[in-house]
């Protein structure tokens, strides 16, 4: 049989979810919301999963027991915190809740890189930013319950900081006040005022720091109370703060003045708990774990996936990449998101063939009398595959499985890098957007580093790309050669648009044995070709060589064509675009 002690946990328990429930039913929260008892200090735990909604609410035991009251009351407004970082759905008490910051795209654009731009520039680490970031966001929801919720649930999580650390912080205490002033009452403030400094100097820098934020934020331009009194002026005063504070069109001011205003509090181990970040990791506390730390935005935001479409939206935009990825990464991952979108199609070892369904106006293929362009596949009457001549027919598109047998395992790009080819395809400077990548995306090197991750990209979806065996040359001045993929992409984002000179000496291993893929793309002759030619072309018959000349033909190409290496002549961004892909799938599928 349970113990008396037992039985009441239990009931504990039971009664702490269902309020939870209750809240999640009202708020039309789809996710779960999990409330758990757990030996921790601090005694207050919750976090929310942007993605999924599945929300945690933790306790200690020790808390439970010494405030049980005061626990169902964090409940309740811990779920309602929790659920209105999503925003909670539908109308209540004539009110919509909005929250914040609602999505990761909101959060990041118009919070998260305000608020980094000015505290990196300060030397603050990404886990204070990331802290930063929390905190006021939990301010600008707290606001937002406002008017229908009091919120003595979050004073209580104050109250239980205080109790943990004795006094506050100046950051911390800031923030507070800064939340009281949007939905606090006096109760709650005399309640939580033990844990404010008792220092003139620190109490005069907290005021100023609030002050500064209201100044540069717009709040003051409101004209409205920011007192813990609810009376009626105040409370129609508090629902005009409301509103300025969520809408995200004033994000992007708001994060701006928050940061540098509460920068300035941000001494070692300044950080106190938040809802969804403990301080671990910030300054002062740098040895403490940080894992797990921040809300789940903050966490996703660093997978590739997403930084690739942030780089691709800021690019779209005509806008520089986010500081917060740096300029190396924001030019990788801008070529890998344009390569994907080219390299689309290619995603299995399919390949979309059309075939006839119905001739008409056609005939059988002769032979010798017919040119081999205008060969087509038909049938006859008796449904065999026969030879047609090209007429008029309705095709029908057939997927092909088709196999890597043959496929080099070796291949080696040669990247013109000379200083024509940072222009554009008519040779003018008419480069395009050179905001992510300095070159320009218009310029013939954008589009022939299109092509180099477009292959890659390629490569990568057919389970052909490898760490090893895809090397590239960067000739220009000097003749750069790199083993490896992550060498590979590293100078080819590393253009130096000097002469066009090929040293034989610095080009590795690309010409050695036999049927190894060797891809060149330029746009003029090689200058040193003629004492060159005779070792490149004896090297490159041995191998699967394919050359695409960004322009008219030069003494190069026709001699690279001569010794059996496939050149195309291309006079457009639009004419190169997926050239690579095709030529690999025509030469080297079997």
């Keep these: 049989m349970k113990n008396f002690k037992k039985i009441k946990e239990d009931n504990l328990k039971t009664r702490l979810q269902k309020i939870a429930d209750t809240q999640r039913q009202e708020s039309k929260f789809d996710g779960e919301i999990t409330v758990k008892e757990e030996i921790q200090n601090p005694r207050i735990e919750a976090s929310t999963n942007m993605n999924t909604t599945e929300t945690h609410i933790i306790y200690d035991p020790s808390y439970a027991e010494q405030n049980p009251d005061k626990l169902s009351s964090i409940v309740k407004d811990v779920s309602l915190h929790e659920i209105n970082h999503h925003g909670i759905k539908g109308i209540h008490k004539g009110y919509e809740f909005k929250g914040c910051p609602r999505n990761l795209e909101l959060a990041t654009r118009l919070i998260y ?21 929390n905190a006021l966001e939990d301010t600008i929801l707290h606001s937002d319950l406002s008017p229908v919720h009091t919120l003595n649930g979050i004073a209580h999580f104050f109250k239980e900081v205080g109790d943990y650390s004795k006094k506050f912080t100046p950051f911390y205490q800031a923030h507070v006040e800064l939340n009281l002033s949007l939905f606090g009452t006096s109760r709650q403030k005399k309640t939580l005022k033990d844990y404010f400094t008792d220092d003139k100097e620190e109490k005069k820098k907290i005021k100023n720091v609030i002050d500064e934020f209201r100044e540069k934020s717009g709040l003051n331009d409101l004209n409205a109370s920011f007192k813990q009194v609810k009376n009626k002026k105040v409370l129609e005063e508090r629902e005009i703060i409301r509103d300025f504070l969520n809408d995200e069109r004033n994000w992007p001011e708001i994060s701006k003045a928050y940061a540098e205003a509460f920068s300035k509090l941000m001494e070692p181990s300044y950080a106190m708990p938040l809802m969804n970040h403990s301080g671990a990791g910030t300054k002062g506390r740098e040895k403490e774990n940080s894992s797990g730390q921040g809300n789940p935005f903050q966490m996703q935001r660093k997978s590739k996936d997403y930084k690739i479409g942030r780089v691709q939206k800021a690019h779209k935009s005509g806008e520089s990449a986010p500081e917060w990825i740096d300029s190396y990464e924001a030019m990788d991952l801008l070529y890998q998101g344009l390569a994907k979108k080219l390299a689309i199609e290619a995603k299995t070892f399919t390949e979309s063939a059309r075939f006839p369904l119905i001739w008409y106006g056609s005939r059988n293929f002769k032979s010798g009398r017919d040119n081999l362009e205008n060969i087509a596949f038909g049938f006859d009457e008796n449904a065999r595959l026969q030879l047609k001549k090209k007429e008029n027919s309705i095709d029908y598109q057939i997927p092909i499985k088709q196999s890597t047998a043959g496929f080099p395992k070796a291949r080696f790009v040669l990247l013109d890098t000379s200083g024509s080819m940072a222009k554009d395809f008519n040779n003018g400077d008419n480069i395009g957007s050179a905001k ?9 090197y954008h589009a022939a580093l299109v092509e180099w991750y477009g292959f890659l990209e390629w490569l990568k979806e057919n389970h052909l790309l490898e760490r090893v065996g895809t090397d590239l040359v960067n000739f220009s001045s000097d003749t750069i050669y790199a083993k490896g993929l992550e060498n ?42 003629d004492s060159i030619s005779g070792s490149y072309l004896n090297g490159v018959k041995n191998h699967y060589g394919i050359h695409l000349q960004l322009g008219a033909e030069t003494l190069t190409t026709k ?28 030469f080297y599928r079997k």
Excluded: C
């Design 113 to 133: 890189e305000n608020i980094f731009n000015i505290l990196n520039a300060k030397g603050f680490s990404d886990e204070d930013i990331h802290y930063v970031e």
């Design 559 to 586: 001699d690279l064509r001569q010794a059996g290496v496939h050149v195309e002549n291309l006079y457009s961004p639009e004419e190169l675009r997926g050239r690579v892909i095709i030529l690999a799938d025509k």
């Design 488 to 529: 590979a992409k590293k100078i080819s984002l590393r253009p130096q648009f000097g002469s066009t000179k090929l040293n034989l000496n610095n080009i590795g291993e690309m010409f050695k044995g036999k049927g190894n893929l060797v891809l060149s793309i330029s746009d003029g002759s090689i200058d040193n070709w």
């Design 436 to 444: 992510i990548v300095p070159w320009g995306d218009r310029s013939k």
